[in-house]
T-cell receptor, first 113, second 112 residues
Framework: KNQVEQSPQSLIILEGKNCTLQ??????????LRWYKQDTGRGPVSLTI?????NTKSNGRYTATLDADTKQSSLHITASQLSDSASYIC????????????FGPGTRLSVLP | EADIYQTPRYLVIGTGKKITLECSQT?????MYWYQQDPGMELHLIHY???????EKGDLSSESTVSRIRTEHFPLTLESARPSHTSQYLC???????????FGNGTRLTVT
């Protein structure tokens, strides 16, 4: 069964600190892996999309890594800000047809002053 | 942010009512999606569309219908609302197969 697991379930850090969120997947075949940020009461917003051949992709203070061999991805947030408080969702696409996305449950990040 | 709009933002209705959740996008995207999301849980696909007059069912489609008469409009209808339909409904669109999904801000539905 295609699944995406994320850890930790929730995380609390102080403003200015770095953090890393984990994503493990058992989706096969693999097309691409995406990270989304979802603020409370809003829809998810795309952070990165990585294909099989990409190991790292950055978007400002967000850096995603992908190890397709071990089926693991991480999202590293540098110098966290209060506005980073949100849920971060890992999404894997098993094909190129664009509708069979497998969503993880998300990691809830709280950044405190 | 992407131009995709959902109305209403919040809706409280009684059991048995028929409701339509609206979704519109101004980006000209062919692909559109409806997802259901419960707090702290994964998004689950309800319906999707590849273009005008093209709709397909997702995992949770059995109690709802959609239509795609115009590219920009993708409404979702619940024929008879039940308390189990209480959830957040997210609409999304994308340009190409590997393009990002652009989400609306959702409709929070409560069925009493």
């Amino acid at each position: 069964k295609n699944q995406v697991e994320q850890s930790p379930q929730s995380l609390i850090i102080l403003e200015g600190k770095n953090c890393t969120l984990q994503c493990n997947y058992t989706v096969s075949p693999f097309s691409n892996l995406r990270w989304y940020k979802q603020d409370t009461g809003r829809g998810p917003v795309s952070l990165t999309i990585m294909t099989f051949s990409e190991n790292t992709k950055s978007n400002g203070r967000y850096t995603a890594t992908l190890d397709a061999d071990t089926k693991q991805s991480s999202l590293h947030i540098t110098a966290s800000q209060l506005s980073d408080s949100a849920s971060y969702i890992c999404v894997v696409s098993p094909d190129n047809y664009g509708q069979n996305f497998v969503f993880g449950p998300g990691t809830r990040l709280s950044v405190l002053p | 942010e992407a131009d995709i709009y959902q109305t209403p933002r919040y809706l409280v209705i009684g059991t048995g009512k028929k409701i339509t959740l609206e979704c519109s996008q101004t980006m000209g995207h062919d692909k559109m999606y409806w997802y259901q999301q419960d707090p702290g849980m994964e998004l689950h696909l309800i319906h999707y569309s590849y273009g005008v007059n093209s709709t397909e069912k997702g995992d949770l489609s059995s109690e709802s219908t959609v239509s795609r008469i115009r590219t920009e409009h993708f409404p979702l209808t619940l024929e008879s609302a039940r308390p189990s339909h209480t959830s957040q409904y997210l609409c999304a669109s994308s340009e190409f197969r590997n393009s990002p999904l652009h989400f609306g801000n959702g409709t929070r539905l409560t069925v009493t």
